[in-house]
């Protein structure tokens, strides 16, 4: 894999014919170690946001053990990469052989469950295994977050005192987990959720072992700005502090998109313009899904003869990609130089979460070169450039 120092740079050197995925590993070894020496817990990386192995090597390198794994693929892949990972089966549904095969030959011990069904399946699976973690997820709400989670998956605060006792007796460890939804925007998500297993603890009456709030740690887009991690890191660390757990419990997160969003973007080429459509050469089935199916917008740049142009007017373009599907379009608005051309390559920013992970090959559009590159991100929670606030016992004010 070459390096170089920026897209600029790739595009002189190269002039890429396919899409072009820039890794950045100090990107992801810095969001890696904010989290290790900041988080007052244990952080688990979801591995169904980025599953590339060169990812996976820089996270555990920058301090990060234990992996939130939802597939027996997943499972796999990880023991493979990293042969002394503690490995975590998030998943709240599995298949038996799954299970199965998990815990008797890749040695997973921690599965997370919503339903009495999933736990008697967990039991059987295991041959009723006296060495589980148990972690029961609630169904929480998604209100502060960007992308809902509320649906799926979690058990209903009604239900909750039946599932934690009956778990409570299979498991070693029990733990409670959530999931506020992906890309929260406000650190309250995490507070209304723990005052929910709050409830779940004090009605069912059991001792827990665990809290697990799950993943939604926001990135920065454009017109998605969310308060600095710190924030986040505070109000769950005051509000874990006050529930009813053992005195040895232990607090655990699941990042993904915060841990990877900054360890990749995408050169594409412009192969067409038609007045404010600019025709490129992903989409939609490739690194651009979220663009495409949930309007998400990224940062662009636009580079021309291997420079970025920035002066002159500026215009807000949508994207069509490569396949001959009318569903491969991404609205945008993009805003971009109004002269942009067929010939220009733009850089796509913050791809590293959901983008390179999901490139399909339908309609033969497969190909992808990969680089490694040393500048920053187009945009970080990492840099120290985001303010923050300071919380007391009574007041919060700006640092």
């Not at 794994?69 to 997943?74: C, P």
Request: with cysteine; net charge negative.
């Amino acid at each position: 894999m070459h390096n170089y120092l920026d897209a600029r740079a790739v595009v002189r050197a190269t002039a890429p014919d396919q899409p072009a995925i820039l890794n950045r590993p100090h990107a992801a070894a810095r969001a890696a170690r904010f989290f290790v020496e900041k988080f007052p817990g244990k952080s688990l990386y979801a591995v169904k946001a980025n599953p590339s192995p060169d990812l996976l090597r820089v996270l555990w390198d920058a301090g990060v053990t234990h992996y939130d794994v939802a597939s027996i693929t997943e499972v796999r892949l990880v023991r493979s990469v990293l042969p002394e990972a503690t490995l975590c089966f998030m998943h709240p549904v599995k298949a038996p052989r799954a299970i199965a095969e998990a815990y008797k030959t890749y040695g997973v011990r921690t599965f997370s469950l919503d339903s009495l069904d999933e736990l008697e399946k967990i039991r059987e699976a295991t041959d009723g295994a006296q060495d589980l973690t148990l972690c029961v997820r609630l169904r929480v709400s998604s209100e502060h977050s960007e992308l809902s989670l509320a649906s799926k998956f979690g058990c209903d605060l009604v239900d909750a005192r039946e599932l934690l006792q009956q778990t409570r007796q299979l498991a070693d460890s029990l733990g409670v987990c959530f999931h506020v939804g992906s890309q929260a925007m406000s650190p309250h998500a995490y507070v209304l959720a723990l005052e929910k297993a709050r409830a779940a603890i004090v009605d069912a009456a059991v001792t827990v072992d665990i809290i697990d709030v799950g993943g939604g740690f926001p990135s920065v887009y454009p017109g998605m700005e969310p308060p600095p991690l710190e924030d986040y890191f505070a109000l769950i660390d005051r509000t874990y502090e006050s529930l009813p757990v053992s005195y040895s419990a232990e607090l655990w997160c699941e990042p993904g998109r915060a841990l990877c969003a900054e360890y990749n973007s995408i050169i594409v080429r412009v192969e067409k313009r038609r007045e404010n459509e600019l025709y490129i050469n992903d989409g939609a089935y490739g690194a651009l899904f979220d663009a495409a199916h949930v309007g998400w917008r990224f940062p662009v740049r636009l580079m021309r003869d291997g420079e970025v142009i920035e002066a002159g007017e500026m215009a807000d373009f949508s994207f069509y990609g490569p396949t001959c599907d009318d569903m491969d379009f991404m609205e945008g608005p993009f805003p971009l130089p109004a002269d942009a051309r067929a010939g220009d390559y733009i850089e796509i920013g913050m791809l590293g979460a959901y983008g390179a992970a999901m490139k399909t090959a339908f309609n033969g559009f497969e190909a992808v070169e990969t680089y490694t590159v040393t500048d920053e991100p187009m945009s970080s929670q990492y840099n120290g450039s985001r303010r923050g606030l300071r919380l007391s016992d009574n007041v919060v004010s700006l640092r």
